[in-house]
Structures are given as structure tokens and as C-alpha cells.
């Protein structure tokens, strides 16, 4: 070594220096250095001989003012390293990243230094490459976003309302709290603020990933001091909406004797009811001893570990129900040797981890390598108990990773960077199965309900032009109590279109009453009358620029016989105004509703509208919570579990019918199934499914039957033998037709209507004719019948029948559900076979 130093000793002083025009800070010291010290040789053996002082040297940076840091090298290493040295307010920016072009990494950088302030001569550095200034748009073409982006930080400073700034991407802000040593951090999380979270699905549902809660917990114990995660434990799952984002609360509370404090994950719906109460996903204890890491990564790979194939990890993780996206498939490599794991793990190259302790995409891939311990005898699962967490070194974008099997359902996990220098390390992380990860009360988040609440923007009397009255509409004044209030009559569409102007609004009734004792056939002609209106409004050009609003009473509460006779109408119409945007509209009164509160609906600029004593309400979807929810009992546990009586699953035999008996016999309990479909016992594959559930325990019939003949009902329900009475109705059977409305044709809408419409009533009246004592009666619905459907005006026309039909056997004091549906993500039924593109429609 000495000899070695010598002589570059010689070369050293065989140079020659200028003295430095600004002030460098040096590594030797990790101070300001001082003058002439850089021209003496012995300072720069010095310099190799002794440690390089970093941390010093970029504190002492900021101490001169400096906030933005460049890095000159083939990667980010130090941007990473410096985070902690420099602050959270400090700009550090890589000019290369080793997996990036050249080019285009430094044109990236200059960029992010130059909105961060730093002055950029770009008419030198574009020189040659043909780039030229633009004009910016003018005002005419200046755009306003009202969707969320993909970045992390809002632009309002939040000192303004008494917070301090979190320092972390999935935090927002910090508050300490008054009188005590506790602390609470507050953050927003979706999957459009944060893309990456999409990535990571569990049994179907956006789970945000335990190794995420891990990060808020050692960003906690980092804040208050702790080096060391002593224990978390992840109780409930925390799972992203589709649309709309949760609320998250970090809170950590004061140090006892030892220094020990607790620290909890909560989160709350960001578009739900305040007054809910939050749902705790992870509790825990943070301590101040610091685990000194015991894991050497420096032979790599590990002697004597045998390659495993990586190839299809993911395709067989899917296959448990862990669907990883690309921002967490990061696994690389992986070696066995007896019961360690080896592994290389990467982020992608569009995923950041500079500013995160430990990404949790990164930290999530690592235990992916737990598929190298084989199919029998893999841990599996995911994280749901921490024992022993440690942070060594932050930023990391590339791990080493050791697993070792502790248990049948424990790990040990060490984590190095690619030098083999610690970055992470686990005592002990118990898994749980993935399909017990999102739990049935968790599933409830996903339940939504319809509320009328009050429309914004109504104001009374403000419309545009005369409102025109088809005939008289139920509900209202009679047509010559109007006419003095700006309402214009006409007999029919005729005299409409022949009116020297039409005016901009017209309104027509579309309440329909019982005809005879015939409910059946009362729908099949209110849904056809509508359906020839709709019809024949389109064809006439002289309505292209007015709205028909279709008026009906009582629609948005329980009703007789006469409200759910006029329920296809509304599924009908709501397809059509999706179809038509601004053309039709539906308006539900009460008796004797005043002119005035019918205006006030007309201003609300919303499709459809109610007016209940006199206020105009609208309807938005709810989440709702078995658990909280004592006006809905029944949709805690909607599908039967009769253990001594039949279970009649009508559609039973088709792809749905099948999921369903399933899991009646699996979940529910079920032991006895009556299958029923127009084929029966002569569907494909029907010896198949029952052997398979009779193995499963269950007792099988199965018949063909038209349900929309009432004759085959009442014939089929005699047939149950007499001591496994039916005693729940699952009705799932039914039929698409697509088209837009205009193509549609009383035949047609008929052919979806009989299995909706006819089926669900002949089942309903011939079970209390027979009497039978029924635990539940379950109607698979549709979303199409809510929201309207595009090209399935008479889908969504039978749906809301069945939910009509539903409000009308509680009425009665009978059970009924009405299960809406939103598509299913199997292949089974009505979504089998479709493509690509009719499922994003």
C-alpha cells in the first residue's frame, strides 16, 4: 500500500492547479476547504487514505444556502444517499441514470433544474439540434383540467392551515400535537393520484400493499426518532376504490419509560360520510433500538444456491389471485438453497424510489421471490404480521434479497443493494392466504345504494321559453291550470310537430295503471308505448333541439302495483338519453305538485329529477356498510343459506347459474339445489357441474322449464318433494338483445322482457299461492337499469322491474333482494364471448 501511495504521491505533485473560483467543499473534511489546501499533493493522498465524510460535506453545503444539488455520474446512487443530509425542500436530480439515453436523461435533468429556478441557456444547448421557440396558445385554446393527475404534491401551502409538510409521497402533512410528545400524519391515496398502487390486486380488489403500511410506519418511527419497527400487525386490509380516493392517518403516540411509542394506519372514504368512523389497517409498536444487520451480500450469487426459473412467477401468482401489474413486477433472478431464497429485484424504469424510505413496489417484489420455495411448501400469501423492521439505507431502486423459511407461514427477509451494503432487514413477517386477504367485510366497501339528494343549481321559475304538455300529466295541475304558467298544451306528437315553434322543454306522462288483473301484460304495454315515443321523438326533425321528460309519481320510494308497472319506462329512457345526450328526461312528482317545484326540476340541468314536498332532489350513488346499515338487513347476507329446504336457482345451468350454485354450496351451505333453465338437464356439460356439487355434498335436481309460462311454474314448484319445500329463490336467468333504441322493436323488447319481466313475477305469485315460506328471494339485477345502458334500452327496461319488484314484496312484509350487477369479471353468462371492446364499453 505505502509503496503504491508514494507514487502517486509523485504524480500528484507533478501537477499543477488553479486556485478554485468558487468554494468547493471537502470530502476529507466535509467542511469548506480552505485556501491552497487543494493545491497540496498530501491533501489528495490524504483523500484516498481516509473515509469520505458525505454526510458532512453535503450539511455543510446547505449551511452555505445551497438547496439544489446536481449529480455528476452514471446513476443516482448519491441523489439518494444525500435526501436525508440535504432536506425535504432540497432539489437532487441524477444528470445520468445508468438505464436511460444519454440524451434524453439531460435534457430531462436541465429540465427539472430549470423549473426548480436554476437559469438554463437552452439556445445553446438546443444548437444544432433544429429546435425552435414557439408561441404560446392563446387564451381561445387554453385548456382546464377537472380530472385528478398523476402527481403527487398539491400546489396550496398547507402552513396556512397549521400543518407542516409530511416529506414523504404518500403523506401530505404532519402535525404534532399540543400538550404531548404524539404525532399524527394525514395523506390522500388513489389510484389516480398514485398510479403505481393500480398495480397490486388481490382476489380482484386494488389492495393497497402491506409493505406501503410498513413504509408509513418506519417514516413514523424516523420522524420521532425510533430506528426500529418492533411489531405491525395488518388487521384490515386497505382497498382503493375504483374512482374517488381514502383519506389515510398515521398517528403516533407518546414514548413510554423506554422510549417505545404506539403507531397506528387509519382510513376513511374521502367521498364518504363524515361522521363515519375510520377502519384501523395497522397497528403497532415503534422502538429506538436499532438492529444492527447481520446479512452479508457481497458473494452474489450465494455459493452452492440453485437457479430457479422466474419465468412464469407472475403467470402462477395470478393463478392465487395476486395480479402484480408492471410497476411490481420487479423480480429478476432467484437461487435456492435448502430454505433460503435468493433473489435480484429492480423497479421499473418509470418508478421512482429516491424519495421513499423503501418503495413499496421494490419491497413487495422481494417477497415474490417466496414462489422459489415450490408449490407445496411456499410461505405464499401476503404480509400481515412485521417482527424486527429495519431501515439501514434509503432510496434504493436494485436489492439483493435473502429469504429464509422460518415457519410454515414466516419469513425472515434481509435486503442489500447491489454492492452487498444493507438496506433493509426482517426478523420475522408472518403471511396470510391471499384469498383471506380481502375479507367479506371489506368486500362491503364495494356496495352501493341509491340516495335522492338535494339538486344544486335549481332555481325556481328560470327557464327558457313555454314548457310543452303532451295531453294531461298524472300528478299535476290539470293542462288548463298551466297554461297561465308558461306551460303550452298539445294533444299528441302530431300537433307538436305542426306548432309554429316547439318549445325547448315538453313533457308527456308516463304513468301506467293496471290493466285488468294482468300485471304482466300492463308492463309489456307501458314498455312499448314508451318505446314507440322514444321512437318516433328521434325520427321527427323538427325535435332535434328539445327534450321529451317523461313524468311519472312515486318512482323514487316504495309503491303499488301501478309504480312498478311504470319502472321499465325509466331503464328505458335512461339508455336512451345516453344514446341521445339531451333529448329525453325523467321527472317523478307527487300528487298535486305545483308548477313551481316542476320549473325548479327543469333547472337542475340533471337527466332525471324527483320532486318530493317541494324540494327537487337528485339521485347519487352511496356507499353503504351491512354493518352500519339497519334499514337494509337483508343485504348483509343476501344469497340463502338453507339448510332444510331447496335453494331454486333459475339461469342455473348457464355459465352465472353455475358461479352461483357454487358458492350456495360451498359458502352458503346449501345442501339442497333445484337448477332450472330452458334447456335443463339438456345443457352442455350438466353431468359435469352436478357430479362435482354432489361430491361437494349438495343434492342436485335439475328441470327445463319456461318461468315465463305461469302453468310450467306453478307445474315445477308442485314437483318439489314435499319434505325440502323450497325455501329461497336465486333469479339470475336472462337474455341480451342489444341495439341502439331506435332499432329496437316491440318483438324485440319483448324477447328480453319475458325472462325479467314475465319469470320474476310468475315466481313471486306462484310461491304465495302455494304458500310457501320463503328465507329469501334474490333478483339479479343490472348497473344497465340504474345508470342506463348504451344499446341495452330493453336490458336495463327488465332490470328495473326486477327492482320494482323487490320495493313492492317489502311493501308487503315478503323478503326480496335486488342484487345490482355491475359486468362480471369471469366469462359466464351474457359476458361470455365478448370483446375487448364491447367490455370497455
Given at each position: 500500500?505505502?509503496?503504491?501511495?508514494?507514487?502517486?504521491?509523485?504524480?500528484?505533485?507533478?501537477?499543477?492547479?488553479?486556485?478554485?473560483?468558487?468554494?468547493?467543499?471537502?470530502?476529507?473534511?466535509?467542511?469548506?476547504?480552505e485556501?491552497?489546501?487543494?493545491?497540496?499533493?498530501?491533501?489528495?493522498?490524504?483523500?484516498v487514505?481516509?473515509?469520505?465524510?458525505?454526510?458532512?460535506?453535503?450539511?455543510?453545503?446547505?449551511?452555505?444556502g445551497?438547496?439544489?444539488f446536481?449529480?455528476?455520474?452514471?446513476?443516482?446512487?448519491?441523489?439518494?444517499?444525500?435526501r436525508?443530509?440535504?432536506?425535504?425542500?432540497a432539489v437532487l436530480?441524477?444528470l445520468?441514470?445508468?438505464?436511460?439515453?444519454?440524451?434524453?436523461a439531460v435534457?430531462?435533468?436541465?429540465?427539472?433544474?430549470h423549473?426548480?429556478g436554476v437559469?438554463?441557456?437552452?439556445?445553446?444547448?438546443?444548437?444544432?439540434?433544429?429546435?425552435?421557440?414557439?408561441?404560446?396558445p392563446?387564451?381561445?385554446?387554453?385548456?382546464?383540467?377537472?380530472?385528478?393527475?398523476?402527481?403527487?404534491?398539491?400546489?396550496?401551502?398547507i402552513?396556512?392551515?397549521?400543518?407542516?409538510a409530511?416529506g414523504?409521497?404518500?403523506?401530505?402533512?404532519?402535525?404534532?400535537?399540543?400538550?404531548?410528545d404524539?404525532?399524527?400524519?394525514?395523506?390522500?391515496?388513489?389510484?389516480?393520484?398514485?398510479?403505481?398502487?393500480?398495480?397490486?390486486?388481490?382476489?380482484?380488489?386494488?389492495?393497497?400493499p402491506?409493505?406501503?403500511?410498513?413504509?408509513?410506519?418506519?417514516?413514523?418511527?424516523?420522524?420521532?426518532?425510533?430506528?426500529?419497527?418492533?411489531?405491525?400487525?395488518?388487521?384490515?386490509?386497505?382497498v382503493?376504490?375504483?374512482?374517488?380516493?381514502?383519506?389515510?392517518?398515521?398517528?403516533?403516540?407518546?414514548?413510554?419509560?423506554?422510549?417505545?411509542?404506539?403507531?397506528?394506519v387509519?382510513?376513511?372514504?374521502?367521498?364518504?360520510?363524515?361522521?363515519?368512523?375510520?377502519?384501523l389497517?395497522?397497528?403497532?409498536?415503534?422502538?429506538?433500538d436499532?438492529?444492527?444487520?447481520?446479512?452479508?451480500?457481497?458473494?452474489?450469487?450465494?455459493?452452492?444456491?440453485?437457479?430457479?426459473?422466474?419465468?412464469?412467477?407472475?403467470?402462477?401468482?395470478?393463478?392465487?389471485?395476486?395480479?402484480?401489474?408492471?410497476?411490481?413486477?420487479?423480480?429478476?433472478?432467484?437461487?435456492?438453497?435448502?430454505?433460503?431464497?435468493?433473489?435480484?429485484?429492480?423497479?421499473?424504469?418509470?418508478?421512482?424510489?429516491?424519495?421513499?424510505?423503501?418503495?413499496?413496489a421494490?419491497f413487495?417484489?422481494?417477497?415474490?421471490?417466496?414462489?422459489?420455495?415450490?408449490?407445496?411448501?411456499?410461505?405464499?400469501?401476503?404480509?400481515f404480521?412485521?417482527?424486527?423492521?429495519?431501515?439501514?439505507?434509503?432510496?434504493?431502486?436494485?436489492?439483493?434479497?435473502?429469504?429464509?423459511?422460518?415457519?410454515?407461514?414466516t419469513?425472515?427477509?434481509?435486503?442489500?443493494?447491489?454492492?452487498?451494503?444493507?438496506?433493509?432487514?426482517?426478523?420475522?413477517?408472518?403471511?396470510?392466504?391471499?384469498?383471506?386477504?380481502?375479507?367479506?367485510?371489506?368486500?362491503?366497501?364495494?356496495?352501493?345504494?341509491?340516495?335522492?339528494?338535494?339538486?344544486?343549481?335549481?332555481?325556481?321559475?328560470?327557464?327558457?321559453?313555454?314548457?310543452?304538455?303532451?295531453?294531461?300529466?298524472?300528478?299535476?295541475?290539470?293542462?288548463?291550470?298551466l297554461?297561465d304558467?308558461?306551460?303550452v298544451?298539445?294533444?299528441?306528437?302530431?300537433?307538436?310537430?305542426?306548432?309554429g315553434?316547439?318549445?325547448?322543454?315538453?313533457?308527456?306522462?308516463?304513468?301506467?295503471?293496471?290493466?285488468?288483473?294482468?300485471?304482466?301484460?300492463s308492463?309489456?304495454?307501458?314498455?312499448?308505448?314508451?318505446?314507440?315515443?322514444?321512437?318516433?321523438?328521434?325520427?321527427?326533425?323538427?325535435?332535434?333541439?328539445?327534450?321529451?321528460?317523461?313524468?311519472?309519481?312515486?318512482?323514487?320510494?316504495?309503491?303499488?302495483?301501478?309504480?312498478m308497472?311504470?319502472?321499465?319506462?325509466?331503464?328505458?329512457v335512461?339508455s336512451?338519453?345516453?344514446?341521445h345526450?339531451g333529448?329525453?328526461?325523467?321527472?317523478?312528482v307527487?300528487?298535486?305538485?305545483?308548477?313551481?317545484a316542476?320549473?325548479?326540476?327543469?333547472?337542475?340541468?340533471?337527466?332525471?329529477?324527483?320532486?318530493?314536498?317541494?324540494?327537487?332532489?337528485?339521485p347519487?350513488l352511496?356507499?353503504?356498510?351491512?354493518?352500519?346499515?339497519?334499514?337494509?338487513?337483508?343485504?348483509?347476507?343476501?344469497?340463502?343459506?338453507?339448510?332444510?329446504?331447496?335453494?331454486?336457482?333459475?339461469?342455473?345451468?348457464?355459465?352465472?347459474?353455475?358461479?352461483?350454485?357454487?358458492?350456495?354450496?360451498?359458502?352458503?351451505?346449501?345442501?339442497?339445489?333445484?337448477?332450472?333453465?330452458?334447456r335443463?338437464?339438456?345443457?352442455?356439460?350438466?353431468?359435469?357441474?352436478?357430479?362435482?356439487?354432489?361430491?361437494?355434498?349438495?343434492?342436485?335436481?335439475?328441470a327445463?322449464?319456461?318461468?315465463?309460462?305461469?302453468?310450467?311454474?306453478?307445474?315445477?314448484?308442485?314437483?318439489?318433494?314435499?319434505d325440502?319445500?323450497?325455501?329461497?329463490?336465486?333469479?339470475?336467468?336472462?337474455?341480451?338483445?342489444?341495439?341502439?333504441?331506435?332499432?329496437?322493436?316491440?318483438?324485440?323488447l319483448?324477447?328480453?322482457?319475458?325472462?325479467?319481466?314475465?319469470?320474476?313475477?310468475?315466481?313471486?305469485?306462484?310461491a304465495?299461492?302455494?304458500?310457501?315460506?320463503?328465507?329469501?328471494?334474490?333478483?339479479?339485477?343490472?348497473?344497465?337499469g340504474?345508470?342506463?345502458?348504451?344499446?341495452?334500452?330493453?336490458?336495463?327496461?327488465?332490470?328495473?322491474?326486477?327492482?320494482?319488484?323487490?320495493?313492492?314484496?317489502?311493501?308487503?312484509?315478503?323478503?326480496?333482494?335486488?342484487?345490482?350487477?355491475?359486468?362480471?369479471?369471469?366469462?359466464?353468462?351474457?359476458?361470455?364471448?365478448?370483446?375487448?371492446?364491447d367490455?370497455r364499453?
Open positions: 500500500m505505502e509503496p503504491m501511495l508514494a507514487q502517486f504521491r509523485e504524480v500528484v505533485e507533478g501537477l499543477s492547479y488553479e486556485r478554485p473560483r468558487i468554494p468547493v467543499v471537502s470530502n476529507v473534511s466535509g467542511a469548506l476547504a485556501p491552497g489546501q487543494l493545491e497540496d499533493p498530501e491533501y489528495w493522498v490524504t483523500h487514505r481516509e473515509a469520505v465524510r458525505f454526510d458532512d460535506g453535503v450539511r455543510a453545503l446547505v449551511e452555505q445551497v438547496s439544489r446536481l449529480e455528476l455520474g452514471p446513476d443516482g446512487v448519491l441523489s439518494g444517499m444525500a436525508e443530509s440535504a432536506g425535504e425542500d436530480v441524477p445520468l441514470r445508468k438505464d436511460r439515453e444519454e440524451v434524453t435534457l430531462t435533468t436541465l429540465a427539472q433544474l423549473v426548480c437559469a438554463a441557456d437552452w439556445a445553446t444547448v438546443l444548437d444544432g439540434t433544429g429546435a425552435r421557440a414557439v408561441d404560446l392563446t387564451y381561445a385554446f387554453q385548456h382546464e383540467y377537472f380530472w385528478p393527475t398523476g402527481t403527487v404534491a398539491g400546489a396550496g401551502d402552513r396556512l392551515a397549521g400543518l407542516g409530511a414523504h409521497p404518500l403523506l401530505g402533512a404532519a402535525v404534532e400535537l399540543a400538550g404531548g404524539g404525532l399524527v400524519f394525514t395523506g390522500r391515496l388513489s389510484t389516480q393520484s398514485h398510479p403505481w398502487l393500480a398495480d397490486h390486486v388481490v382476489q380482484g380488489a386494488v389492495l393497497v402491506g409493505t406501503a403500511l410498513l413504509e408509513l410506519a418506519v417514516r413514523a418511527a424516523d420522524e420521532v426518532g425510533c430506528d426500529t419497527v418492533e411489531e405491525l400487525t395488518l388487521p384490515t386490509p386497505l382503493l376504490p375504483e374512482r374517488g380516493a381514502v383519506r389515510i392517518q398515521v398517528s403516533v403516540g407518546e414514548p413510554d419509560d423506554s422510549g417505545r411509542r404506539t403507531v397506528a387509519h382510513s376513511r372514504d374521502d367521498a364518504g360520510d363524515e361522521r363515519r368512523s375510520w377502519t389497517h395497522a397497528q403497532g409498536v415503534l422502538v429506538p436499532a438492529v444492527t444487520p447481520d446479512f452479508d451480500a457481497s458473494v452474489w450469487p450465494p455459493r452452492d444456491a440453485v437457479p430457479v426459473d422466474v419465468t412464469d412467477c407472475y403467470e402462477r401468482l395470478a393463478g392465487a389471485g395476486l395480479r402484480y401489474g408492471p410497476a411490481f413486477q420487479g423480480l429478476r433472478a432467484a437461487w435456492r438453497r435448502g430454505d433460503e431464497v435468493f433473489a435480484e429485484v429492480a423497479l421499473g424504469e418509470e418508478t421512482d424510489g429516491t424519495s421513499f424510505g423503501l418503495h413499496p421494490l413487495d417484489a422481494a417477497l415474490h421471490a417466496s414462489f422459489a420455495f415450490g408449490d407445496d411448501d411456499a410461505p405464499g400469501g401476503v404480509p404480521v412485521w417482527e424486527g423492521v429495519s431501515l439501514h439505507a434509503s432510496g434504493a431502486s436494485v436489492l439483493r434479497v435473502r429469504l429464509t423459511r422460518t415457519g410454515d407461514d419469513l425472515g427477509v434481509r435486503l442489500a443493494d447491489p454492492t452487498g451494503a444493507p438496506v433493509a432487514s426482517v426478523e420475522s413477517l408472518t403471511v396470510r392466504a391471499a384469498t383471506a386477504a380481502v375479507r367479506p367485510d371489506d368486500a362491503s366497501k364495494s356496495l352501493y345504494r341509491v340516495e335522492w339528494v338535494p339538486a344544486r343549481g335549481a332555481e325556481t321559475g328560470v327557464v327558457t321559453g313555454p314548457v310543452g304538455v303532451l295531453g294531461e300529466v298524472a300528478g299535476l295541475a290539470t293542462v288548463a291550470g297554461l304558467d308558461g306551460f298544451a298539445f294533444a299528441g306528437l302530431e300537433e307538436l310537430a305542426g306548432a315553434e316547439v318549445p325547448g322543454t315538453v313533457l308527456v306522462d308516463a304513468d301506467a295503471s293496471l290493466d285488468g288483473a294482468d300485471v304482466v301484460g308492463v309489456h304495454g307501458a314498455a312499448v308505448r314508451a318505446l314507440e315515443l322514444v321512437r318516433s321523438w328521434l325520427a321527427e326533425e323538427r325535435f332535434a333541439d328539445s327534450r321529451l321528460v317523461f313524468v311519472t309519481r312515486g318512482m323514487a320510494g316504495t309503491g303499488g302495483v301501478d309504480r308497472i311504470s319502472a321499465p319506462v325509466r331503464g328505458l335512461r336512451a338519453s345516453l344514446e345526450p333529448r329525453f328526461g325523467l321527472l317523478d307527487e300528487s298535486g305538485t305545483d308548477t313551481a316542476v320549473l325548479a326540476a327543469l333547472t337542475a340541468d340533471e337527466p332525471e329529477t324527483v320532486v318530493r314536498d317541494g324540494e327537487v332532489r337528485v347519487r352511496a356507499r353503504t356498510n351491512p354493518a352500519d346499515d339497519t334499514a337494509d338487513p337483508q343485504i348483509d347476507a343476501p344469497l340463502p343459506a338453507s339448510h332444510d329446504g331447496t335453494v331454486l336457482v333459475t339461469g342455473g345451468t348457464g355459465g352465472l347459474g353455475r358461479i352461483v350454485a357454487r358458492h350456495l354450496v360451498v359458502e352458503r351451505g346449501a345442501r339442497d339445489l333445484l337448477l332450472v333453465s330452458r335443463g338437464p339438456a345443457a352442455e356439460g350438466i353431468d359435469a357441474l352436478t357430479a362435482e356439487l354432489s361430491g361437494l355434498g349438495a343434492r342436485v335436481a335439475v327445463a322449464c319456461d318461468l315465463a309460462d305461469r302453468t310450467a311454474v306453478d307445474a315445477l314448484l308442485a314437483g318439489v318433494p314435499a325440502r319445500p323450497v325455501r329461497a329463490v336465486v333469479h339470475a336467468a336472462g337474455v341480451l338483445d342489444d341495439g341502439v333504441v331506435e332499432s329496437l322493436t316491440p318483438q324485440r319483448a324477447g328480453v322482457l319475458r325472462p325479467k319481466v314475465d319469470a320474476a313475477w310468475n315466481l313471486h305469485e306462484a304465495g299461492d302455494l304458500g310457501l315460506d320463503l328465507d329469501a328471494f334474490v333478483l339479479f339485477s343490472s348497473v344497465a340504474t345508470f342506463g345502458s348504451a344499446g341495452q334500452g330493453a336490458y336495463a327496461a327488465g332490470n328495473v322491474f326486477l327492482d320494482a319488484l323487490v320495493e313492492h314484496r317489502r311493501s308487503l312484509g315478503l323478503p326480496a333482494v335486488s342484487l345490482v350487477w355491475g359486468p362480471w369479471a369471469q366469462d359466464a353468462g351474457m359476458t361470455e364471448g365478448l370483446s375487448e371492446t367490455r364499453r
